[in-house]
């Protein structure tokens, strides 16, 4: 079949849906590339990029949906695209199917068949073709980018000969995919970082890469199981104590990154004016959530507006296209995989199976029909069980826990040294005297070496500095047995052997540290 890439004629976008890459691994599928001229151009694709790699590029829009049996987009369709389409035509992009019921019903009159990509479920078998989370990941790190560009001020905190600059504090609203690409942007770049999220499944994963998780306790907070990784709709309550939480925030944050958005949904309202108000001047707001009207009410989608106390907030839609080239290969590639699941045998023909749950989610129209919205999927999209909170343990458990601790340990010892004792006794029935001497010596050496070695805490020293202070230690208390022999040779032996295992354990600890303090934030 051939697969058709429709130039975007909305205004901004400079994105594509096939790039030469990604048109050299639909062929080997078996398929032809068909590219409207101009296509690539914004994302520095040319038609002679294509060219090369045998796609075929026509001038007009109406001659690639003639040619084409599959039309691939970003943006959904207009109203004159949709009226292009045939019967029996594939046509996959994003498409909102929840606000474009019209469109829906227009391509089911064409008999055409419609993928939204926006639909595709979040399941592991699908991450492959997950374009929203892809493109998400660029708008995450891009909102850093401009916010940086619109602050004024290191992110980073600096020592200078000039004076000390504080680093930034940026806090980024929701966990998701773009907000997790924030949090990593931002903590790269120096600044402290803060994040919240209504789902407390996401904490471990924030402070792992190194941002301090802003908690909440209340009994509201959401597992994102069942809403496959989306948040869902708050409570009033848990609304009123995550504002009262963003208040106390607003005057220390220089700089803030909403990204919560809620599929089929407007916005949620999450940084009131009141918090702007609060802000310091030259504070800035980066509203990724602009084109469904905003996190923040003062945004206004595609504009750039600062309040009178000095806060610049930044509404742009396109942050994907502000990275054309690197969105266009990513979004090209979430198309191709999911073409490739379409194209199981690989020769070229496309097998629609709705018995597939990647394919069925993603199907707005088929056959005719409207498809829209999909059945519940078979499997949960996140298989996560809540993990109920143990109670906090009273001193009077603790300490009755530390007995039976240290009880377990003391007749572990006593069974290890009884039958140490009896392995000795049977050693001594058969081996001879001057043996036995240096055996027992070597026996204590290592049981008294383990025990040193064993009761320092492991943030000191790294594995292999384990293994070889347990050596060293070894060495020393055998030294010190052998220190006060009757021959002059062995004396001297024994010294110069602690000498060195001291030195060895000194200097492995000194690096150690030094180590450690590379992985400190200064």
Same mark, same amino acid.
């Given at each position: 079949?051939?697969?058709?890439?429709?130039?975007?004629?909305?205004?901004?976008?400079?994105?594509?849906?096939?790039?030469?890459?990604?048109?050299?691994?639909?062929?080997?599928?078996?398929?032809?590339?068909?590219?409207?001229?101009?296509?690539?151009?914004?994302?520095?694709?040319?038609?002679?990029?294509?060219?090369?790699?045998?796609?075929?590029? #026509?001038?007009?829009?109406?001659?690639?949906?003639?040619?084409?049996?599959?039309?691939?987009?970003?943006?959904?369709?207009?109203?004159?695209?949709?009226?292009?389409?045939?019967?029996?035509? +594939?046509?996959?992009?994003?498409?909102?199917?929840?606000?474009?019921?019209?469109?829906?019903?227009?391509?089911?009159?064409?008999?055409?068949?419609?993928?939204?990509?926006?639909? #595709?479920?979040?399941?592991?078998?699908?991450?492959?073709?997950?374009?929203?989370?892809?493109?998400?990941?660029?708008?995450?790190?891009?909102?850093?980018?401009?916010?940086?560009?619109?602050?004024?001020?290191?992110?980073?905190?600096?020592?200078?000969?000039?004076?000390?600059?504080?680093?930034?504090?940026?806090?980024?609203?929701?966990?998701? #995919?773009?907000?997790?690409?924030?949090?990593?942007?931002?903590?790269?770049?120096?600044?402290?970082?803060?994040?919240?999220?209504?789902?407390?499944?996401?904490?471990?994963?924030?402070?792992?890469?190194?941002?301090?998780?802003?908690?909440?306790?209340?009994?509201?907070?959401?597992?994102?199981?069942?809403?496959?990784?989306?948040?869902?709709?708050?409570?009033?309550?848990?609304?009123?104590?995550?504002?009262?939480?963003?208040?106390?925030?607003?005057?220390?944050?220089?700089?803030?990154?909403?990204?919560?958005?809620?599929?089929?949904?407007?916005?949620?309202?999450?940084?009131?004016?009141?918090?702007?108000?609060?802000?310091?001047?030259?504070?800035?707001?980066?509203?990724?959530?602009?084109?469904?009207?905003?996190?923040?009410?003062?945004?206004?989608?595609?504009?750039?507006?600062?309040?009178?106390?000095?806060?610049?907030?930044?509404?742009?839609?396109?942050?994907?296209?502000?990275?054309?080239?690197?969105?266009?290969?990513?979004?090209?590639?979430?198309?191709?995989?999911?073409?490739?699941?379409?194209?199981?045998?690989?020769?070229?023909?496309?097998?629609?199976?709705?018995?597939?749950?990647?394919?069925?989610?993603?199907?707005?129209?088929?056959?005719?029909?409207?498809?829209?919205?999909?059945?519940?999927?078979?499997?949960?999209?996140?298989?996560?069980?809540?993990?109920?909170?143990?109670?906090?343990?009273?001193?009077?458990?603790?300490?009755?826990?530390?007995?039976?601790?240290?009880?377990?340990?003391?007749?572990?010892?006593?069974?290890?040294?009884?039958?140490?004792?009896?392995?000795?006794?049977?050693?001594?029935?058969?081996?001879?005297?001057?043996?036995?001497?240096?055996?027992?010596?070597?026996?204590?050496?290592?049981?008294?070496?383990?025990?040193?070695?064993?009761?320092?805490?492991?943030?000191?020293? +790294?594995?292999?500095?384990?293994?070889?202070?347990?050596?060293?230690?070894?060495?020393?208390?055998?030294?010190?047995?052998?220190?006060?022999?009757?021959?002059?040779?062995?004396?001297?032996?024994?010294?110069?052997?602690?000498?060195?295992? +001291?030195?060895?354990?000194?200097?492995?600890?000194? #690096?150690?540290?030094?180590?450690?303090?590379?992985?400190?934030?200064?």
């Amino acid at each position: 079949m051939r697969m058709g890439a429709r130039r975007e004629v909305v205004a901004g976008e400079a994105r594509v849906a096939m790039t030469p890459d990604s048109a050299l691994q639909l062929q080997k599928l078996g398929h032809e590339c068909v590219i409207e001229t101009g296509a690539g151009a914004a994302a520095r694709f040319s038609d002679l990029d294509y060219e090369k790699v045998g796609v075929t590029v #026509v001038k007009t829009a109406k001659a690639l949906f003639k040619e084409a049996d599959v039309i691939v987009k970003v943006r959904p369709p207009l109203e004159s695209e949709v009226k292009l389409l045939k019967s029996g035509q +594939t046509l996959i992009g994003f498409f909102n199917p929840a606000a474009n019921e019209a469109l829906i019903e227009q391509a089911r009159e064409k008999g055409a068949t419609v993928v939204s990509m926006e639909m #595709v479920p979040r399941i592991s078998r699908a991450q492959k073709m997950d374009a929203l989370s892809s493109m998400a990941n660029i708008a995450g790190y891009r909102a850093v980018i401009e916010a940086g560009n619109n602050f004024g001020r290191f992110f980073t905190g600096q020592v200078t000969a000039a004076g000390k600059v504080p680093p930034a504090k940026v806090l980024v609203i929701g966990a998701g #995919v773009a907000g997790l690409a924030a949090i990593g942007t931002a903590q790269s770049l120096g600044a402290i970082v803060r994040a919240f999220d209504v789902r407390p499944e996401v904490a471990e994963q924030i402070e792992s890469m190194g941002a301090e998780f802003l908690f909440l306790d209340f009994e509201d907070s959401q597992d994102g199981a069942a809403t496959g990784g989306y948040a869902a709709p708050s409570s009033p309550e848990f609304r009123e104590k995550q504002l009262a939480l963003f208040l106390e925030q607003a005057p220390e944050i220089d700089i803030v990154i909403t990204t919560a958005l809620i599929p089929n949904r407007e916005a949620p309202e999450l940084w009131t004016p009141e918090m702007v108000a609060a802000m310091k001047p030259g504070s800035v707001i980066v509203d990724l959530a602009a084109e469904k009207g905003g996190n923040c009410k003062l945004t206004v989608a595609d504009e750039k507006v600062v309040t009178e106390n000095g806060v610049t907030i930044i509404g742009y839609t396109d942050f994907p296209s502000r990275m054309a080239a690197q969105a266009s290969t990513l979004y090209a590639t979430n198309i191709r995989h999911m073409l490739t699941d379409l194209t199981p045998e690989k020769d070229g023909q496309i097998v629609h199976n709705m018995e597939d749950d990647v394919i069925r989610s993603a199907t707005v129209t088929h056959g005719g029909e409207v498809t829209y919205p999909p059945p519940p999927l078979k499997v949960q999209a996140i298989a996560s069980k809540k993990v109920e909170k143990a109670p906090e343990k009273t001193p009077e458990e603790k300490a009755a826990e530390e007995a039976a601790k240290l009880a377990a340990a003391g007749r572990q010892q006593t069974k290890l040294l009884i039958v140490g004792a009896a392995l000795l006794a049977l050693i001594g029935m058969y081996a001879p005297p001057a043996f036995m001497q240096h055996f027992i010596v070597f026996v204590l050496a290592v049981f008294v070496g383990f025990q040193v070695i064993w009761g320092v805490a492991h943030s000191l020293h +790294t594995p292999l500095m384990a293994v070889t202070n347990a050596i060293s230690g070894i060495i020393i208390v055998g030294a010190l047995l052998q220190i006060e022999s009757d021959l002059p040779v062995v004396t001297i032996l024994a010294a110069i052997s602690v000498l060195i295992a +001291t030195i060895n354990i000194v200097g492995g600890f000194m #690096v150690t540290h030094r180590m450690l303090q590379m992985f400190k934030k200064s």
